[in-house]
Each structure stands twice: as C-alpha cells, then as structure tokens.
C-alpha cells in the first residue's frame, strides 16, 4: 500500500511558477506509475502529468504541455510537479496519484480509474 502526501500549494500571480512534492511511504514506490491530476470548482478531475515507474517516460495533457514538468527521485519517495507560466485557469486541487499498472504505457495513465492510490490533495491558485 502507498500513502501519498502532496505539499507546495498556494496563490501564485499570473505568469509566476510552483513547485508541487508529492511524498510517498512505502518501498515498493519504485514500482509506481505516477500521475498528477487537477480539478477546479464544479469541473471534472482532470490529467495534468503523468511518469513512468523508472521516470524515463513522461506525457502531458496538451494544456499544460511546455509549461509543467513532472520528476520522480525514486531514493527519496517523491514525485514533482514543476508549474511554470501559470495561468489563471490553473486554478485548482491538485492531486498525486499512483497506478499500480506500471507495466503500461504513461500515455495510458491519463485517466483516474487507472491509479490506485491518491493523496489529499494541494489547493493551487493564481490570480490573474
């Protein structure tokens, strides 16, 4: 079982940057998928970022794609959301998740039914 906890939200201008950790308990983290998703007041969840277990592949959701940059340090237990040019339709909870389906592809791991565990979440938000 892994247990996630996000940290590094806050209010941010328009144009600034965030830096989102995710820290996992658990030895079997390395074998993790992970992803990052968001979800604004009233929408869906939606996919930001997601890893491979071996942090070697990664994909992006188009809106954040150039922007975001997602990392994993597997000594550490940790996953990072690097958030560059925020924009205020960033505005969110954001949520790491990790997807015991590590055999697959990152470009599968877009959707929540795919992870099986999820943090509290980080409330993000940026001011226009």
């Known amino acids: 079982q892994v247990q996630l906890v996000e940290s590094g939200g806050g209010l941010v201008q328009a144009g600034g940057s965030l830096r989102l950790s995710c820290a996992a308990s658990?030895?079997?983290?390395?074998?993790?998928?992970m992803g990052w998703f968001r979800q604004a007041p009233g929408k869906e969840r939606e996919f930001a970022a997601a890893?491979?277990?071996?942090?070697?592949?990664?994909y992006y959701a188009d809106s954040v794609k150039g922007r975001f940059t997602i990392s994993r340090d597997n000594a550490k237990n940790t996953v990072v959301l690097q958030m560059n040019s925020l924009k205020p339709e960033d505005t969110a909870v954001y949520y790491c998740?990790?997807?015991?389906?590590?055999?697959?592809?990152?470009?599968?791991?877009?959707?929540?039914?795919?992870?099986?565990?999820w943090g509290q979440g980080t409330q993000v938000t940026v001011s226009s």
């Open positions: 890893i491979s277990w071996s942090g070697g592949s990664t």
């Open positions: 658990g030895r079997t983290f390395g074998r993790y998928g």
């Open positions: 998740a990790a997807s015991g389906k590590s055999h697959i592809s990152v470009v599968v791991l877009t959707t929540p039914d795919e992870y099986d565990y």
